[in-house]
């Protein structure tokens, strides 16, 4: 009981005596996992968009691969990322590995399928013949996908938050394609695994608290601007 | 093909036929509509009707056949949408304001906000739904929802408008209510409309021209009057609720009184129709009446036809009595005097109705 005690007093020293390294790290994974985060949104919403509305040959393909990419095994990913961006790999002259653009590759991988796949879920929610509807009052095709993503927008923000979820707390892929590299690829997560081995508790739990405070604040704002767009707006 | 159109049509359809996987849905040959006109388009469920309605917003490629608008066939694009507005069964309305819902449509076409914002304030107040600017759609009424859903329709000015069983989800009060509120405003304002529904009672209250649609075909078309009391054949008649049709042979014709055999009965009833020919012999239930005391009044009914009560089924506040003469005749009386009457199932009674109450199709 100790150990925990003390490790929370430290911990919270820690967090409030504004120790540099602590907070590069919560920069650093706020910066690579929003980015991914972002890239996944530019990715997931157009290609779930097509996916839903779209009538192509595949279509049951694509959604059972996007599917399971929602499920991808993020060491899976770390492995698949290290190998291309390796050294002597075939995208190893970017000279990416061990950078944190290595880990923005790999969450964005882990990121995009479940945006996608929840992009897809958020607009076969809405009454298809809502698109018929809109077509009927003089709507051309891109005002349609605006005029729908508009009303998916809640499920949409869901599909941002569940991506933004997922590669936040993801410590497999940033420990093997970032390398965990101080004060260069050292993110929250891969920070906690290396000093609760370490033994040094009260760091891992000032880290993790962070890391939790993140999450929360992240889904926090999400949840407020989902609360403010349900009321009718003129 | 060159068309050629009158002045006052708005548009033609020319030997339309739509398929849907392989099996043939809709076949017009030709139907025309005039400016200003409201046309009623009823049917059963699967009748077509609502494919037609697509056909018409160009939401569904005809298989052939073509549609003329003005004179000029309908093409995909995005004008002639512009042209038009369609509302669909449910009002389907956006997950936002009143006001945004209304607006859309002119938003759409990329109207300046000024305008915008007049023509949706007029909308909303010929709709009487102005005080309801403000209120998320989700928190509406049925009716007034479906008020928001025409005037998101209406405020379009569209030089045609379709409407799919606008009234269908709404309680009796309200659609009474809206159906006089829109009647008034499509007149108002001259709208073309094209007007889909099961129920004659939309049909007869809306409609300039009723056209009826059974299984993919046009099979009448003319004023509500002609409609429902002179069905162009029997499945007309039996859709549009002529319930008695029976089979008979002329075998008297003297200066438009005919004396028909139908059923080893000897009816009258008036018609153009030579001696010898065959005929189905229409009746509205409510044009018969029924005496349980037969001979005792005076009546001008020209027939006379015996028979027993096979059968009391209770309609609101009506009572659909089917007598049975050797064919089953149907009678429409109310509670009242079938409870003064003393109506029971198996009592003898007689039906009498008007010769001039009969309608008559040839059969072939």
Same mark, same amino acid.
């Given at each position: 009981?100790?150990?925990?005690?003390?490790?929370?007093?430290?911990?919270?020293?820690?967090?409030?005596? !504004?120790?540099?390294?602590?907070?590069?790290?919560?920069?650093?994974?706020?910066?690579?996992?929003?980015?991914?985060?972002?890239?996944?949104?530019? &990715? =997931?919403?157009?290609?779930?968009?097509?996916?839903?509305?779209?009538?192509?040959?595949?279509?049951?393909?694509? *959604?059972?691969?996007?599917?399971?990419?929602?499920?991808?095994?993020?060491?899976?990913?770390?492995?698949?990322?290290?190998?291309?961006? #390796?050294?002597? $790999?075939?995208?190893?002259?970017?000279?990416?590995?061990?950078?944190?653009?290595?880990?923005?590759?790999?969450?964005?991988?882990?990121?995009?399928?479940?945006?996608?796949?929840?992009?897809?879920?958020?607009?076969?929610?809405?009454?298809?013949?809502?698109?018929?509807?809109?077509?009927?009052? $003089?709507?051309?095709?891109?005002?349609? &996908? #605006?005029?729908?993503?508009?009303?998916?927008?809640?499920?949409?923000?869901?599909?941002?938050?569940?991506?933004?979820?997922?590669?936040?707390?993801?410590?497999?892929?940033?420990?093997?394609?970032?390398?965990?590299?101080?004060?260069?690829?050292?993110?929250?997560?891969?920070?906690?695994?290396?000093?609760? %081995?370490?033994?040094?508790?009260?760091?891992? @739990?000032?880290?993790?608290?962070?890391?939790?405070?993140?999450?929360?604040?992240?889904?926090?704002?999400?949840?407020?601007?989902?609360?403010?767009?349900?009321? !009718?707006?003129? | 093909?060159?068309?050629?159109?009158?002045?006052?049509?708005?548009?033609?359809?020319?030997?339309?036929?739509?398929?849907?996987? $392989?099996?043939?849905?809709?076949? @017009?040959?030709?139907?025309?509509?005039?400016?200003?006109?409201?046309?009623?388009?009823? %049917?059963?469920? =699967?009748?077509?009707?609502?494919?037609?309605?697509?056909?018409?917003?160009?939401?569904?490629?005809?298989?052939?056949?073509?549609?003329?608008?003005? %004179?000029?066939? &309908?093409?995909?694009?995005?004008?002639?949408?512009?042209?038009?507005?369609?509302?669909?069964?449910?009002?389907?309305?956006?997950?936002?304001?009143?006001?945004?819902?209304?607006?859309?449509?002119?938003?759409?076409?990329?109207?300046?906000?000024?305008?915008?914002?007049?023509?949706?304030?007029?909308?909303?107040?010929?709709?009487?739904?102005?005080?309801?600017?403000?209120?998320?759609?989700?928190?509406?009424?049925?009716?007034?929802?479906?008020?928001?859903?025409?005037?998101?329709?209406?405020?379009?000015?569209?030089?045609?408008?379709?409407?799919?069983?606008?009234?269908?989800?709404?309680?009796?009060?309200?659609?009474?209510?809206?159906?006089?509120?829109?009647?008034?405003?499509?007149?108002?304002?001259?709208?073309?409309?094209?007007?889909?529904?099961?129920?004659?009672?939309?049909?007869?209250?809306?409609?300039?021209?009723?056209?009826?649609?059974?299984?993919?075909?046009?099979?009448?078309?003319?004023?509500?009057?002609?409609?429902?009391?002179?069905?162009?054949?029997?499945?007309?008649?039996?859709?549009?609720?002529?319930?008695?049709?029976?089979? !008979?042979?002329?075998?008297?014709?003297?200066?438009?009184?005919?004396?028909?055999?139908?059923? =080893?009965?000897?009816?009258?009833?008036?018609?153009?129709?030579?001696? !010898?020919?065959?005929?189905?012999?229409?009746?509205?239930?409510?044009?018969?009446?029924?005496?349980?005391?037969?001979?005792?009044?005076?009546?001008?009914?020209?027939?006379? *036809?015996?028979?027993?009560?096979?059968?009391?089924?209770?309609?609101?506040?009506?009572?659909?009595?089917?007598?049975?003469?050797?064919?089953?005749?149907?009678?429409?009386?109310?509670?009242?005097?079938?409870?003064?009457?003393?109506?029971?199932?198996?009592?003898?009674?007689?039906?009498?109705?008007?010769?001039?109450?009969?309608?008559? @199709?040839?059969?072939?």
């Amino acid at each position: 009981m100790r150990l925990i005690w003390e490790g929370l007093l430290e911990a919270i020293r820690l967090l409030f005596s !504004g120790n540099a390294e602590v907070w590069e790290i919560t920069l650093l994974s706020l910066r690579v996992s929003g980015i991914a985060t972002g890239l996944s949104l530019l &990715i =997931g919403l157009p290609l779930g968009t097509g996916m839903a509305l779209g009538r192509f040959r595949g279509r049951k393909l694509a *959604l059972s691969l996007v599917n399971t990419g929602m499920a991808l095994p993020p060491v899976v990913v770390g492995l698949i990322v290290s190998i291309f961006l #390796w050294r002597s $790999g075939p995208l190893g002259d970017f000279g990416w590995i061990y950078t944190p653009t290595a880990i923005v590759v790999a969450q964005l991988i882990i990121a995009a399928p479940v945006v996608t796949g929840l992009t897809v879920a958020a607009l076969q929610q809405v009454d298809p013949r809502l698109r018929l509807q809109l077509l009927g009052l $003089g709507a051309s095709r891109g005002q349609v &996908i #605006w005029a729908l993503w508009n009303e998916a927008r809640l499920p949409l923000l869901a599909a941002l938050m569940a991506g933004f979820g997922s590669v936040i707390s993801e410590v497999g892929a940033s420990m093997m394609v970032g390398g965990n590299i101080r004060h260069q690829t050292r993110v929250l997560t891969t920070a906690i695994v290396l000093e609760t %081995g370490k033994g040094e508790f009260a760091r891992a @739990i000032a880290l993790s608290i962070l890391l939790l405070v993140l999450a929360f604040m992240v889904n926090l704002a999400l949840t407020w601007i989902q609360q403010h767009s349900t009321r !009718g707006e003129r | 093909m060159k068309p050629v159109t009158p002045a006052e049509a708005l548009f033609e359809i020319h030997d339309l036929a739509i398929h849907r996987q $392989g099996q043939l849905v809709l076949s @017009i040959d030709r139907l025309t509509v005039e400016e200003g006109e409201i046309l009623a388009i009823i %049917g059963p469920n =699967g009748a077509g009707k609502s494919t037609l309605l697509l056909a018409l917003a160009r939401l569904l490629e005809p298989t052939t056949g073509q549609i003329l608008f003005r %004179g000029q066939p &309908i093409s995909h694009d995005l004008a002639y949408r512009r042209r038009i507005a369609l509302v669909l069964q449910d009002p389907l309305l956006l997950n936002t304001s009143v006001y945004n819902n209304v607006a859309a449509g002119l938003r759409f076409r990329r109207l300046p906000r000024s305008e915008v914002q007049q023509r949706v304030q007029d909308w909303l107040g010929r709709l009487e739904i102005a005080a309801l600017r403000d209120r998320p759609a989700p928190r509406l009424s049925g009716g007034e929802a479906q008020r928001a859903s025409l005037a998101r329709a209406l405020v379009l000015q569209p030089e045609l408008l379709l409407l799919d069983e606008p009234f269908g989800a709404l309680d009796a009060p309200t659609r009474t209510r809206l159906i006089d509120d829109l009647h008034a405003l499509l007149k108002s304002t001259a709208t073309t409309t094209v007007f889909v529904t099961h129920d004659q009672d939309e049909a007869m209250l809306l409609g300039d021209r009723v056209a009826v649609l059974l299984d993919g075909r046009l099979r009448q078309i003319g004023t509500p009057e002609a409609v429902f009391s002179a069905p162009a054949d029997a499945e007309v008649a039996a859709f549009v609720g002529v319930e008695t049709v029976i089979a !008979g042979q002329v075998t008297h014709a003297q200066e438009g009184l005919l004396t028909i055999l139908a059923h =080893g009965f000897t009816l009258e009833a008036v018609g153009d129709f030579d001696p !010898g020919q065959y005929v189905l012999f229409c009746l509205r239930p409510e044009d018969v009446t029924l005496w349980v005391d037969a001979g005792t009044g005076k009546s001008s009914a020209r027939n006379h *036809l015996a028979g027993k009560i096979a059968r009391l089924t209770p309609q609101g506040p009506l009572v659909r009595v089917i007598v049975d003469c050797g064919f089953p005749l149907v009678s429409l009386v109310t509670r009242t005097s079938a409870r003064q009457m003393g109506l029971i199932e198996g009592q003898p009674v007689t039906a009498t109705f008007k010769a001039s109450a009969v309608h008559l @199709i040839p059969r072939g």
